[in-house]
């Protein structure tokens, strides 16, 4: 009788460790710690890390993958991780406050708080979207590149934010464009 129930419960212990699933997905029971891993994973600007991070959020993959090379070749550096909170029950809301050169460009003493709207469903991100506190002189520099410089941005920015082949390309001519935008408002005054 001892090695029936011996036998039983090695059974369940090793049925319990099989994994079916990405090996590399998060399985943390967390919805706040899955939301901070990705956030991680995102600026560690390592691509790996953070498609493993969105393997269950393949809608969100190609946006993703191309802000977080925008974001290295724009030198964002996290100032600040706010605490991520619950907005329901799968939402998750990370904010993120960063220094990058495109508020240099224009030379605002500004840093921007982006956000990351984390939908997390059965321990894994089924999606990601990002929100952003950039001000209004920003878009009106992008409007203002769009029609004065659009030649600028052509080439390098097609697809962009729809996984796009050249983000850092893309952002080094935005920036481009946003100090030319600059200098030209300068010259009005």
């Known amino acids: 009788m001892k090695l029936d129930r011996f ?5 369940l212990l090793i049925s319990g460790c099989t994994n079916k699933t990405n090996p590399d997905a998060p399985t943390l029971d967390n919805k ?3 939301a ?7 600026y560690s600007f390592n691509d790996d890390s953070l498609r493993s991070s969105l393997w ?17 070749c724009g030198n964002y550096k996290v100032l600040e991780r706010f605490p ?5 029950d799968s939402l998750v809301v990370c904010p993120v406050l960063v220094k990058d050169d495109l508020m240099s460009a224009l030379e605002l003493d500004l840093n921007v708080t982006d ?3 984390i939908t997390v469903k059965d321990k894994r991100i089924r999606s990601v979207f990002t929100s952003s506190n ?6 009106e520099a992008k409007e203002w590149i769009n029609k004065n410089r659009s030649e600028l941005i052509k080439d390098p920015c097609q697809d962009a934010w729809a996984g796009g082949p ?3 390309e893309c952002i080094k001519a935005v920036i481009q464009g946003l100090v030319e935008f600059k200098s030209s408002t300068q010259q009005e005054e």
Not at 56 to 72: C, F, I, T, V
Not at 84 to 88: A, D, G, I, S, V
């Open 7 to 11: 036998a039983f419960i090695l059974v």
């Open 32 to 34: 706040i710690a899955i």
């Open 36 to 42: 901070n891993q990705f956030i991680d994973a995102f």
């Open 56 to 72: 269950n959020a393949k809608d969100s993959q190609p946006n993703l993958m191309y802000y977080q090379k925008w974001a290295e």
């Open 84 to 88: 991520c909170r619950e907005k329901n």
């Open 115 to 117: 956000t990351f709207h």
């Open 134 to 139: 950039d001000p209004d002189i920003y878009y």
């Open 166 to 168: 050249t983000p850092c």
